[in-house]
């Protein structure tokens, strides 16, 4: 479950109240110490007042062996002390020595195909690597001893995006922890046997110790394996976060916990939600997807952190002041975009904003991606925008602690319906879970209404409409969860290839969608997914593509939408079954945007939901509520930054401009006495 145990002891401005955090990664390790002084001015200036300390440091700190160097370290925290910059501390565990791996060469990760992964970029370590955990461990001990009472000190930062070029590991050392891992979950073979259907392709096993990980097969593996391996590869990571964390819990129990998660639309690996209870607050970092719905991604994720998070604040831990460099071609952010992205994850609960990194680096694999300090130095634009955010943050100060307000509307991403529909030897290898989440959410926005984004066991009966697209995994408990909600009078909305297997990814038999059967009162004899470029059309016009299916319906089911031409011509492609107080809807195929807002907004209408702000346009803007002691502040995000938003006169305006349009980056944040 989600929860946030402990904060950070916060930082107060010249008038005694919290303020923002605000920074980024500091990698003074790179750079001379004459540039660490101009580096704490520049930071002042910018209203810095946290860095990440260290993260990829561990062959300067352990030179060799038995050799330390905790000198260099010593002297910048002092100096950040100085000059009232507080740090998060790194394990500096992310990136193994060369002195290690060439002794124990058997720590490094090994793929899919047998290949060792080498040493020469980072992440090359086996998350189940016992020679690994030892040495790492050993670092971590002596960093907590030596710094845990430091007065600049106030979070430790665990390891680095844990699974970041390492989740997936297919050495000796993962296919031991994998069998107790199996052991644990199935108790005993015969179970294991069942659940991964073995009867098929004589797969049967007869000892746990023939079990490997999915290693590469002349044919396509066994899809509970597969599943399995992906559970299990998540878990090994989250356990040696526990490795990690139990050391500075013991040694220093002061000072609040972290490790950067990844909740982004292109890291699948990690099932966060079950990692909740390892960390003492939650932070991610996020990098702008490529995507004409880039925004949308970004609010989607932060959404999605908000929730992980309790509703709590959260860490914007990194992103990107503008270019990246790990993408084929990396323009910069336009000017503005900057500030709307640091912004919107404030909307969703951050309260700091952090980027990788301060100063850009001029060697290395990363001196290519931008900073808060870029090549050009202090005299450009970009430092300037860094200024102005850090004066941003300043104005925005009187948000800082606020919860974000649950939404009346959520939708579900589901982590193992992701792995599971990322398979080979599906009805179609083209659905991607995370992708129809998103086209939801973004349709969603379109209809003005603030929009949460869960998992699934998060408490759905909360919302008035909650829709789950391809919810492919549905154990019977959240089948029957789902149902109570929406007697209860939620509004449920799933879409084809969901409610198909239980968790064991065995088919529910008896028609599809078996989870859901009876709750949508449709059955499904055979699915007819649609090759890349076919579509259908349905009577209202829109284009359905990737999925569409011959739908039964139950007496008392009703037609949202049919199919108006295809191979299903006159039949439902969207229906409806009322339930108790609530309804269930089901969308089999995938309808393009215009047409899939307007279905979402008859469902959001018909569910009572509402939007927070009129809107001369609604959708223009997404809205989020952080709740204070005595106001709310209310978000405004234009969704695309090179159109003009009407915005109208509106009232109490905390931060943005002042005017009735306001330009594509503009954000926009008011407040509200509360009325409750
Ligand atoms: C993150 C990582 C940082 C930096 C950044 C660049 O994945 O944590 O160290 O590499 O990406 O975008």
Redesign the pocket.
């Known amino acids: 479950m989600s929860h946030v145990h402990r904060f950070p002891a916060r930082i107060t401005g010249e008038d005694g109240a919290p303020q923002f955090y605000y920074g980024a990664?500091y990698n003074p390790e790179q750079w001379p110490r004459e540039v660490w002084d101009e580096d704490i001015t520049l930071m002042q200036r910018a209203g810095v007042n946290v860095v990440a300390l260290g993260?990829?440091s561990w062959a300067r700190l352990q030179p060799t062996a038995d050799t330390w160097d905790f000198e260099w370290l010593d002297d910048i925290m002092d100096r950040l002390h100085a000059g009232g910059i507080r740090v998060d501390l790194a394990t500096a565990t992310?990136s193994p020595p060369p002195w290690l791996t060439t002794a124990h060469p058997e720590i490094l990760p090994v793929r899919r195909d047998g290949v060792i992964l080498s040493q020469g970029g980072?992440q090359h370590w086996r998350p189940t690597s016992p020679v690994f955990r030892e040495h790492a461990l050993a670092l971590v001990t002596a960093l907590a001893e030596r710094y845990k009472d430091h007065p600049a000190l106030i979070a430790w930062h665990i390891n680095?995006?844990l699974g970041?070029h390492n989740a997936w590991d297919f050495s000796d050392d993962a296919a031991r922890a994998f069998r107790l891992w199996l052991q644990d979950r199935y108790g005993d073979l015969d179970t294991l046997n069942k659940a991964w259907g073995t009867a098929f392709w004589s797969q049967h096993y007869s000892d746990f110790d023939q079990i490997i990980p999915p290693r590469l097969t002349p044919a396509e593996g066994n899809p509970t394996q597969l599943l399995d391996f992906r559970r299990f590869s998540s878990d090994a990571l989250r356990d040696y976060l526990r490795a990690e964390n139990e050391i500075l819990a013991r040694i220093s129990p002061d000072i609040a916990r972290t490790s950067?998660y990844?909740v982004t639309g292109d890291t699948p690996e990690m099932d966060y939600a079950s990692w909740m209870g390892d960390v003492e607050f939650l932070s991610n970092?996020h990098?702008l997807l490529p995507t004409p719905d880039a925004i949308e991604e970004l609010s989607f994720s932060a959404a999605r952190c908000g929730s992980l998070a309790a509703y709590k604040p959260w860490w914007l831990m990194?992103h990107?002041t503008s270019a990246?460099?790990?993408r084929s071609v990396n323009p910069p952010k336009r000017p503005g975009e900057m500030a709307r992205d640091a912004l919107t994850h404030v909307a969703h609960g951050a309260d700091a904003v952090c980027f990788?990194?301060w100063r850009q680096s001029i060697a290395g694999s990363?001196r290519f991606?931008a900073a808060m300090v870029p090549h050009a130095g202090a005299d450009s634009r970009l430092f300037r925008d860094v200024v102005s955010l850090g004066e941003a943050l300043t104005t925005l100060a009187p948000v800082v602690g606020s919860t974000l307000l649950p939404a009346q509307v959520a939708v579900v991403l589901d982590y193992e319906s992701w792995w599971a529909t990322d398979q080979p030897f599906l009805p179609s290898t083209l659905l991607d879970h995370h992708e129809q989440a998103l086209a939801w959410y973004t349709a969603l926005l379109d209809t003005g209404v603030r929009v949460d984004v869960v998992g699934p066991n998060d408490d759905l009966a909360a919302y008035k409409v909650v829709v789950a697209p391809l919810l492919h995994v549905v154990p019977a408990a959240l089948a029957e969860r789902i149902t109570d909600a929406v007697h209860a009078g939620t509004h449920f909305v799933t879409t084809f290839f969901s409610g198909i297997v239980d968790e064991e990814a065995h088919v529910l038999a008896g028609g599809h969608p078996g989870a859901f059967r009876d709750l949508l009162g449709v059955r499904v004899e055979e699915f007819h997914p649609l090759r890349a470029g076919q579509s259908v059309t349905l009577d209202d016009d829109a284009t359905g593509t990737l999925w569409c299916e011959p739908l039964d319906l139950d007496e008392g089911t009703e037609t949202l939408r049919s199919y108006a031409d295809g191979p299903f011509e006159g039949k439902a492609a969207a229906t409806r079954a009322w339930r108790g107080e609530g309804s269930a809807v089901y969308v089999s195929t995938h309808m393009d945007w215009w047409y899939l807002a307007a279905l979402a907004s008859e469902i959001v209408s018909a569910a009572g939901a509402w939007a927070d702000i009129d809107m001369p346009t609604p959708g223009s803007v997404i809205t989020t509520i952080r709740r204070g002691a005595d106001a709310d502040y209310l978000f405004l995000i234009p969704r695309s930054p090179e159109a003009d938003v009407e915005v109208g006169e509106l009232e109490g305006i905390l931060y943005g401009p002042t005017t009735p349009t306001i330009t594509g980056t503009d954000v926009v944040v008011l407040r509200r006495e509360h009325d409750v």
Do not use: K, L
Request: charged share 30%; glycine share 0%.
């Open positions: 990664d993260i990829f992310a980072r680095n995006e970041c950067n990844m970092d990098y990194e990107s990246v460099n790990w990788f990194q990363e991606h």
